[in-house]
């Protein structure tokens, strides 16, 4: 397994075999009855229901009820409510995406002091630290995926291009990784090229803050967005525009896939594998419940696509056939076949 960052306090990766479950530990889970509650950052992506369905899948054949899932719409105030709701309903565990770092460092605190095992996904809050705040981190390789994205994108770039980074304005550790990494990879690979930065506070303005980004730089050949869903919106608003190019960015959402299954704007995705995150995750935390010892952070390599293996890689995200739209646009036309 290649990973090429490290974890939020510097540590080194553990793959995701290190949290394996053994017939003996699903026994004695199944036995234990535990319970569970899922704190999510959104519903409303491809990636977060995913994620969702690995994770409650993974509980359910353990034997483990999952006692509430929510839906925090990136509010640090409504995961804070959520959480603090979540301590008094006593689960024996509790997995959350962390939609902050300082704003929600406490409420998540509080959950270990109760003596609940918490397991996060993709951020770790400000403050805290493995095996005193929280049992274990399972993400994705957030550093290799901007590093992915990078040199995927690189070969659709003219020499001295001008290209747009769109990143997300918060204090978010798998953006954040993401978009150093993509920068580092293209100042050292391709120091032609020129970045051109903008963050958007929320996904509503993604596509407001990609139209005022190509506004003050015009020359703007390419885009590399920090995730899938605000590259839909930033997309979106400069097709309107008359704005065209290549576009890479984080997760193969349903809509990415087809954009590179039809040959473009977007044309690189550096792919997260959400759902086996979650199967991950689901196992961390049965580990925990269970007493075991887990490694501090668990990573999870990014998956590399281009329309080459859209169809394939979909299927490896997915754990399903790639949608019709995708399979139509990556058929020869009859005037090909002639």
């Not at 397994?1 to 995701?16: D, F």
Request: glycine residues 8%; proline residues 7%; hydrophobic residues 45%.
């Amino acid at each position: 397994m290649s990973i090429a960052g490290l974890g939020p306090h510097g540590e080194r990766a553990s793959p995701p075999q290190r949290v394996a479950l053994a017939p003996a530990d699903i026994d004695a889970a199944r036995k234990k009855g535990f319970r569970v509650a899922i704190v999510m950052h959104t519903l409303e992506s491809d990636f977060a229901r995913q994620q969702l369905q690995g994770l409650a899948g993974t509980l359910g054949d353990c034997g483990t009820a999952v006692i509430e899932v929510v839906d925090c719409g990136f509010s640090p105030e409504a995961q804070i409510a959520a959480l603090d709701r979540v301590l008094h309903e006593a689960p024996d565990a509790v997995i959350s995406l962390p939609v902050a770092n300082a704003a929600v460092a406490a409420a998540h605190a509080r959950l270990s002091a109760a003596g609940i095992s918490l397991v996060l996904l993709d951020n770790v809050p400000t403050g805290l630290l493995p095996g005193k705040d929280y049992v274990a981190l399972v993400s994705a390789d957030n550093s290799g995926l901007g590093r992915i994205a990078a040199e995927l994108l690189a070969p659709h770039l003219s020499k001295g291009a001008e290209i747009g980074v769109l990143g997300y304005d918060a204090d978010f550790f798998a953006t954040n990784e993401r978009e150093l990494a993509f920068g580092r990879w293209m100042r050292r690979e391709r120091p032609d090229v020129t970045l051109r930065t903008a963050r958007f506070g929320s996904i509503r303005v993604a596509g407001e803050t990609a139209l005022s980004l190509w506004t003050a730089h015009p020359s703007l050949a390419g885009l590399f967005v920090v995730w899938d869903t605000p590259g839909r919106e930033a997309l979106s608003a400069l097709a309107r525009h008359g704005w065209s190019g290549p576009v890479a960015t984080i997760d193969l959402g349903r809509d990415v896939a087809a954009s590179l299954a039809r040959g473009g704007p977007v044309v690189a995705v550096a792919a997260q594998q959400p759902h086996y995150q979650g199967v991950i995750a689901a196992q961390t935390a049965i580990l925990a419940m269970l007493g075991q010892l887990t490694p501090d952070w668990v990573a999870l390599p990014g998956v590399p696509v281009t329309r080459a293996n859209v169809a394939e890689s979909f299927q490896t995200v997915w754990r399903r056939p790639a949608p019709p739209e995708v399979l139509t646009a990556l058929l020869p036309s009859r005037r090909e076949k002639k």
